[in-house]
Nanobody, 133 residues
Framework: EVQLVESGGGSVQAGGSLRLSCATS????????IGWLRQAPGEEEEGVSC????????YYADSVKGRFSISADNTKNTVYLQMDSLEPEDTAVYYC??????????????????????????RGQGTQVTVSS
């Protein structure tokens, strides 16, 4: 059974930090790119960041560059999203998604341009992040 399980969400004040985890199982982690999307209330989903185990590349949306950092632990089949200098605008439900056999560049294009309607191979249930001012 394929699973993507997000954790690490919560409520923080502006300027604070959170680390999200996406624990995966049931598929060949090394052949996938894992991305993070987010959806704020009343808004469409948007791409945040991704990492590809195919080429070890990463991608960040402009809105999070310099504040968020994505990494992967291949021994745990888990991807992390370290979020620093959080802003109220980062408030959203964060989802991780998985797509097979794509580079970070390709995955970045997908999550940047088609996050709202692309049918990823797999996705998790989401974790809430709330940043107060």
């Amino acid at each position: 059974e394929v699973q993507l399980v997000e954790s690490g969400g919560g409520s923080v004040q502006a300027g604070g930090s959170l680390r999200l985890s996406c624990a995966t199982s049931g598929f060949s982690f090394e052949n996938y790119a894992i991305g993070w999307l987010r959806q704020a209330p009343g808004e469409e989903e948007e791409g945040v960041s991704c990492i590809s185990m195919v080429d070890n590349g990463t991608y960040y949306a402009d809105s999070v560059k310099g504040r968020f950092s994505i990494s992967a632990d291949n021994t745990k089949n888990t991807v992390y999203l370290q979020m620093d200098s959080l802003e109220p605008e980062d408030t959203a439900v964060y989802y991780c998604v998985a797509e097979e056999d794509v580079s970070a560049r390709t995955m970045g294009v997908i999550i940047e341009t088609r996050a709202a309607d692309y049918r990823f191979n797999y996705r998790g249930q989401g974790t809430q992040v709330t940043v107060s001012s």
